[in-house]
């Protein structure tokens, strides 16, 4: 099933706790000891590794679109191509 099941379990966190957990434990911003206990729920809850996964894929490219500012010179270039191309074509 993949869906959460609310169980906590050994480790002491169930899905709600994990999946509110996410954005922090992602970011670094918790304890050693909480990250471990988000960490050992993610390793046997295949709901909160899929979320986690999304999460971090979604973090990626949020990241990449904002460091992907292209600079005005090399757009200029690119336009200068694609004219080119545009009356040789
Ligand atoms: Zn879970």
């Not at 002491?12 to 994990?18: F, I, L, Q, S, Y």
């Not at 990626?60 to 460091?67: G, H, K, L, T």
């Not at 500012?69 to 090399?74: G, I, K, N």
């Amino acid at each position: 099933m993949d869906e959460p099941d609310g169980d906590v379990g050994a480790s002491g966190v169930n899905c709600d706790e994990a999946l509110e957990t996410l954005y922090r434990y992602l970011d670094g911003e918790l304890t050693d000891e909480r990250r471990a206990l988000i960490g050992s729920h993610l390793d046997r809850c295949g709901y909160c590794t899929s979320a986690a996964h999304f999460e971090a894929e979604l973090r990626v490219v949020i990241a990449d679109c904002a460091r992907a500012r292209v600079p005005e010179p090399l757009l200029d270039r690119i336009r200068a191509v694609l004219a080119d191309e545009a009356r040789s074509g």
